[in-house]
């Protein structure tokens, strides 16, 4: 329990500190007329392009009007590299290309591969399918440009965290379907968020006031992809924005019997089963498209999605969306390379660089990743 108390009390000073308290400050700036609360936060937490890289070269360009910003390796290479493209987390709603400097950075200098970061559209501005029409746009120009960034086309990896994730695993899904293009050579999927069906998931109960995502926030980030506002918030926590025949055509995929006893220890109580009105249902039904809820896709195109890594924290309420879709992977037969945390908590891999603040057990995770891009 000790140290139970000391990482949740050491995840609260990194939130203090570090100013994720943004959206309470925004708040305040808002109601004297001074700014959006929503400007205020994504301004705080923007970050901002480093200096000149001793060992990379980087370009900030632009793949089919999708602002992105490549990183390549200044040593010279012997053969084509392998060409890794990120999609940022922040709930479809935060983040940019200079917020995830430091783990491009990493990843290129660390893997000696050439690393695109997509600056797609957010949310509520821009809704869902613009986010992940920005991720495949960006991925398919770059599948078909590679060879001119020194990028072996048989070799390009498609990777996100969190939001990112998600966008990830949908444009891979979707890029099976592709003839036209090389074959995505493997996935890396950090903590992502794979559907948005039920929020009573193990996980989600045991860890729902976790910092730094808890469970409320997830899903008003769903929302706000989905439509731009926060309407039937309650009804998707409650779980009945969806009728029960919907719910039970996905439970052989979304059912917490998939997830291991060991997940369960913490605690779990089962939901039952609440209908929907129609009005909710139709109001946020592309919840259950593939591309929204990659989890939720067909099983022949999961048997052919490529070699992944997944990477999950064991307090993150979307734990249990990456350990089911790593079980429906498995089934599929595509081998998976998994790596849990077990103190780890949501976003934790983004604290690998910050001097006192830093988590070993972040930059370890980055290093899982690193180390199975070398071995691609």
């Known amino acids: 329990m000790l140290l139970l108390f000391l990482f949740y009390l050491s995840v609260f000073f990194f939130m203090l500190i570090s100013g994720l308290f943004h959206s309470k400050q925004g708040k305040i ?19 901002k392009k480093l200096g000149e890289d001793p060992k990379l070269f980087i370009k900030d360009l632009q793949f089919g009007k999708v602002p992105v910003r490549i990183y390549q390796p200044r040593a010279p290479s012997a053969g084509r590299r392998r060409g890794v493209i990120y999609f940022h987390g922040g709930g479809w709603m ?10 491009c950075r990493y990843i290129a200098r660390e893997s000696e591969s050439v690393v695109v970061s997509v600056e ?3 949310a509520p501005e821009h809704t869902y399918p613009a986010q992940y029409e920005d991720c495949l746009t960006s991925t398919t120009h770059f599948m078909k440009t590679a060879e001119d960034y020194g990028v072996d086309p048989a070799c390009i990896i498609i990777s996100g965290d969190s939001a990112g994730g998600n966008l990830a695993a949908a444009v891979c899904q979707t890029l099976v379907g592709r003839p036209d293009l090389p074959k995505v050579h493997a996935q890396v999927l950090i903590y992502p968020c794979l559907q948005a069906i039920d929020f009573n998931l193990p996980s989600y109960q045991q860890n729902c006031a976790v910092p730094i995502l808890f469970r409320e926030r997830t899903a008003f980030y769903v929302l706000q992809y989905l439509k731009g506002d926060a309407s039937f918030l309650e009804d998707v926590l409650e779980g009945c924005h969806m009728p029960v025949d919907v719910k039970l055509k996905f439970r052989k995929w979304l059912s917490a019997d998939n997830i291991p ?18 009005e909710v249902y139709e109001a946020v039904k592309k919840i259950c498209e593939p591309t929204f809820s990659p989890l939720l896709t067909e099983d022949a195109v999961v048997r052919q999605l490529p070699e992944s890594f997944i990477l999950t924290c064991e307090y993150d309420v979307l734990r249990d969306d990456a350990l089911l879709y ?13 790596y849990h945390i077990e103190n780890g908590f949501h976003g934790i891999i983004s604290l690998f660089d910050k001097g006192r603040l830093s988590f070993p057990a972040g930059k370890k995770g980055l290093d899982n990743i690193v180390n199975f891009l070398r071995s691609l």
């Open 261 to 278: 006893k060991e997940f369960k220890v913490r605690g779990y109580k089962p939901k039952v089963p609440i209908q929907s009105s129609n």
């Open 94 to 103: 935060f983040g940019s290309i200079n917020s995830y400097e430091p783990i």
């Open 120 to 122: 797609y559209r957010l």
């Open 29 to 47: 700036l808002e109601k004297l007329g001074l700014c959006s609360q929503l400007g205020f936060t994504r301004y705080m937490r923007q970050g």
């Open 326 to 338: 790593k079980k429906r992977l498995e089934d599929g037969g595509v081998p998976v390379t998994w």
